[in-house]
């Protein structure tokens, strides 16, 4: 029985990289690498750009159901003739960082700096690929719109990495953003990340009955939360959550997935009870 490609939501610009006779398996522009034994085959299209197959980084990353995963993280799926016909699934190079971003596996860190140091670096090697020349002016600008969001919204140093890589691949530097990250809190020592939940998940790990929305305006009224906007596509106002710098010491911001421009509060499991307490909830 012929295997189903993994669902993609391929745009009419992306479809056209790809010719409908093009059989990626036996075209000279495949690269075959190999990430701790999990093969990861690399294409490039029409306009010389890598695409990873999905399946293969789906599975280097550790996810239990690659064909869920792609279908949840990747943006600009798309796919394209495999050997022996039928269709493979193929993804860009910001949806291979999406799927770094939700792995859970511990090596998903050195899986992207696999892929930025020795895979991209080779296949620009083999002149097949070779990056489109870049708008700095643009990048730029809009490396300084996100040092504004930065300073805004402060978020976590691992919230900001995938930023400093953009940044470094357009040849650019962006200091603000960090290149190596451990989340914790400002004051604590040790120099490890601390772990963190959401108010919601730590409210009932601590048996704490209280609703999550009335304890966020319980921090906000003791100056440990705020709340701040922005427009959406609709051009209207959409509130968020955001930690201030005295909450800095009980939680991060992090980036939320749905929207970069909001930032999603966590708190350290350690010093939760201690916060709790504070604000009268403990």
């Not at 075209?27 to 299209?45: E, K, L, M, Q, Y």
């Not at 596996?105 to 083999?126: C, D, M, N, Y």
């Not at 509130?239 to 970069?260: A, D, H, I, M, R």
Request: charged letters at 25%.
């Amino acid at each position: 029985m012929q295997s189903q490609p993994i669902s993609s939501n391929t745009r009419p610009d992306v479809a056209t990289r790809f010719g409908n006779t093009e059989n990626v398996s036996r075209d000279p522009s495949v690269f075959p690498f190999d990430f701790d034994g999990a093969a990861v085959r690399v294409i490039t299209d029409n306009l010389g750009e890598p695409w990873f197959v999905a399946r293969d980084v789906a599975d280097a990353l550790g996810y239990s159901k690659p064909e869920n995963a792609v279908a949840r993280h990747c943006k600009a799926a798309t796919t394209t003739p495999k050997q022996g016909g039928g269709f493979m699934t193929v993804i860009p190079e910001r949806d291979l960082y999406r799927l770094v971003m939700k792995s859970k596996l511990p090596a998903a860190e050195r899986f992207e700096k696999w892929v930025v140091g020795q895979v991209l670096p080779s296949i620009r090697k083999t002149g097949t690929y070779a990056a489109r020349p870049t708008d700095n002016s643009k990048v730029i600008g809009e490396l300084a719109i996100l040092e504004c969001f930065d300073r805004l919204l402060k978020p976590a140093p691992s919230s900001k990495m995938m930023l400093a890589q953009i940044a470094t691949n357009n040849g650019l530097d962006a200091k603000f953003l960090p290149g190596y990250a451990v989340d914790s809190a400002p004051d604590a020592a040790g120099g490890s990340s601390m772990p963190t939940k959401s108010a919601t998940a730590l409210l009932k790990d601590n048996g704490i009955r209280y609703a999550p929305a009335a304890f966020n305006h319980a921090l906000e009224a003791h100056g440990f939360l705020k709340h701040l906007q922005r427009k959406n596509s609709k051009g209207e106002m959409v509130p968020f959550w955001s930690v201030t710098e005295k909450g800095l010491q009980y939680g991060k911001n992090l980036t939320s997935p749905q929207c970069p421009r909001e930032t999603q509060p966590h708190w350290y499991v350690d010093r939760f009870l201690e916060l709790a307490k504070l604000v009268g909830k403990a």
